[in-house]
């Protein structure tokens, strides 16, 4: 069984910085890609930001230039700097990872942090 646990959500104001995390634990054997999708009421689940084992990392457009996706593979932990905050950031954000484990590859999902932006 995996369990993934985020941090850091919270208020900002527009300009501002907020910095995410999440850690993996339990049945984890090694992490390959981990990523930060972003949730608004009425609209789907999008990328925000994706990273991988190499690690190569990949942003959507909205957001290239003012977030950072990092990793700390030794602690299975992802981060998430977002930086330069606009108020159409806000939302759910949730992290997933791909996760080893001693019998197959899991499909994990954090449980959402809200990140509300205001102008």
């Known amino acids: 069984q995996v369990q993934l646990v985020e941090s850091g959500g919270g208020l900002a104001q527009a300009g501002g910085s907020l910095r995410l995390s999440c850690a993996a634990s339990?049945?984890?054997?090694?992490?390959?890609?981990m990523a930060w999708y972003r949730q608004v009421p009425g609209k789907q689940r999008e990328l925000v930001a994706h990273?991988?084992?190499?690690?190569?990392?990949n942003y959507a457009d909205s957001v290239k230039g003012r977030f950072t996706i990092s990793r700390d593979s030794a602690k299975n932990t992802v981060y998430l700097q977002m930086n330069s905050l606009k108020p159409e950031d806000t939302g759910v954000y949730y992290c997933n990872m791909v996760v080893m484990t001693p019998l197959r590859p899991v499909n994990s999902w954090g449980q959402g942090t809200q990140v509300t932006v205001s102008s």
């Open positions: 339990g049945s984890v054997v090694s992490v390959n890609a």
């Open positions: 990273i991988t084992s190499g690690p190569r990392t």
